[in-house]
């Protein structure tokens, strides 16, 4: 038996069987509930906005290309002092999804051909069934890895009290005696 994944609360779930020849834009506005939703999942204060604008375009023979942007408000508790942070993300979006069964995403496996990866360039395609693809749940996983995961409000510090002077490395004594300073 297959589980479900959660639904993203602010999933939108696009048709690909028949994309239109210049793509299907997709925007997604998230409204009071989303936003509280998302606030919730990534332990976040509260999600002022959230919006994004996406396009849906087929990609090779019968690949589909996500590309766009998600651009959101947010406020976070400061990992120091718990004092709310605001932040703004605007994160760009872009994925590949290719069909289960499409020979494309098999061949560098089963061929026994090379798969060269790029750390700096586009992730491997994923793959998707059916004829649909959840493009909202897409954007809020860019969104999520947008978000600081240690927010610090500015001129807070972890310095322990009565620590006037932080601690200083070996480095910067062997760097101070080099340079003759004492």
């Known amino acids: 038996m297959k589980h479900a994944e959660p639904q993203s609360p602010v999933s939108f779930v696009a048709n690909v069987a028949r994309l239109p020849q210049k793509g299907l834009p997709v925007v997604i506005a998230a409204d009071e509930r989303q936003r509280a939703a998302l606030a919730a999942e990534y332990d976040l204060l509260s999600v002022e906005s959230y919006r994004a604008e996406l396009l849906v375009a087929s990609w090779k023979r019968n690949g589909v290309k996500v590309s766009g942007r998600v651009e ?10 718990l004092d709310p942070v605001a932040a703004h993300i605007d994160e760009p979006v872009e994925a590949l999804f290719l069909p289960e069964q499409s020979k494309l995403g098999r061949e560098g496996f089963e061929s026994g051909g090379e798969i060269v990866l790029d750390a700096d360039g586009p992730d491997s395609p994923e793959t998707f069934s059916g004829d649909t693809i959840d493009v ?10 947008a978000i600081d995961p240690y927010p ?15 601690e200083e490395s070996e480095f910067q004594k062997k760097l101070r ?3 003759g300073k004492s």
Do not use: H, N, Y
């Open 72 to 81: 959101a408000d947010i406020t976070q508790a400061c990992i120091v002092t």
């Open 136 to 145: 909202g749940a897409l954007a809020e996983q860019f969104f999520g890895l």
């Open 152 to 166: 610090r409000k500015p001129g807070a510090s972890l310095d322990a009290e009565g620590d006037d002077q932080p």
């Open 177 to 179: 005696s080099l340079l």
